[in-house]
């Protein structure tokens, strides 16, 4: 079945880096249009980033534009958020979706559990 | 940049009731690119309802979806237990800015 599983969160200090990253299985990865969303403790959902299933088109939102990449490597059906100069209104649960199905303008049909990123000194 | 804004806040219900959930969109969202997730504490969300009213697999069918231009509604004809839960709204009308709303909590009464 189709599997989303997301890791690499933890503790990073204010200014800090960290990539996380999300395995697919159970799917032909690379034909699916791959996001991030995230969630502030007790907020709501943020759309982060999106990148189409063959890599060539990414879209950010504002809040992080210019500080998060989004790429992915098709041969290891894995995904990825470089996340650069991190701040306290990052911290949050990372969750890594999969479009419902193939093309582009699609919502998010499967979800992974998400993992937590926690930004202090 | 597309606003979505949901109401009422909360909603207090008990099971068997209707419930009736609203997202006003700052502009006008096509019908096929609006979406409804349901989130359980400490659960990923879950895709409900996208397209015009299409339901996701394995969604039941007292859960609906309607609505256009800039006014949609989620309906939940009789409330299960399980049913208790926070719902958002989505467009994904344009790229790069998908949006979602703050959220509608649904509260047992």
């Known amino acids: 079945q189709v599997q989303v599983v997301e890791s690499g969160g933890g503790v990073v200090q204010p200014g800090g880096s960290l990539r996380l990253s999300c395995a697919g299985s159970?799917?032909?990865?690379?034909?699916?249009?791959m996001h991030w969303v995230r969630q502030a403790p007790g907020k709501g959902l943020e759309w982060v980033a999106a990148?189409?299933?063959?890599?060539?088109?990414?879209f950010y939102g504002d809040s992080v534009k210019g500080r998060f990449t989004i790429s992915r490597d098709n041969s290891r059906n894995t995904l990825y958020l470089q996340m650069n100069s991190l701040s306290p209104e990052d911290a949050s649960v990372y969750y890594c979706?999969?479009?419902?199905?193939?093309?582009?303008?699609?919502?998010?049909?499967?979800w992974g559990l998400g993992t937590l990123v926690t930004v202090s000194s | 940049e597309i606003v979505l804004t949901q109401s009422p806040g909360t909603l207090s219900l008990s099971p068997g009731e209707r419930a009736t959930l609203s997202c006003r969109a700052s502009?006008?969202?096509?019908?096929?690119?609006l979406a409804w997730y349901q989130q359980k504490p400490g659960r990923a969300p879950r895709l409900l309802i996208y397209g015009e009213s299409s339901r996701a697999t394995g969604i039941p069918d007292r859960f609906s979806g309607s609505g256009s231009g800039t006014d949609f509604t989620l309906t939940i004809s009789r409330l299960e237990p399980e049913d208790f839960a926070v719902y958002y709204c989505?467009?994904?009308?344009?790229?790069?800015?998908?949006?979602f709303g703050q959220g509608t909590k649904v509260e047992i009464k």
């Open positions: 990148i189409s299933g063959d890599g060539g088109d990414k």
């Open positions: 502009q006008t969202v096509s019908s096929t690119h």
């Open positions: 159970g799917f032909t990865f690379s034909s699916y249009s």
């Open positions: 989505q467009q994904y009308n344009t790229l790069p800015e998908w949006t």
């Open positions: 979706a999969r479009a419902l199905t193939v093309g582009p303008g699609k919502p998010l049909g499967y």
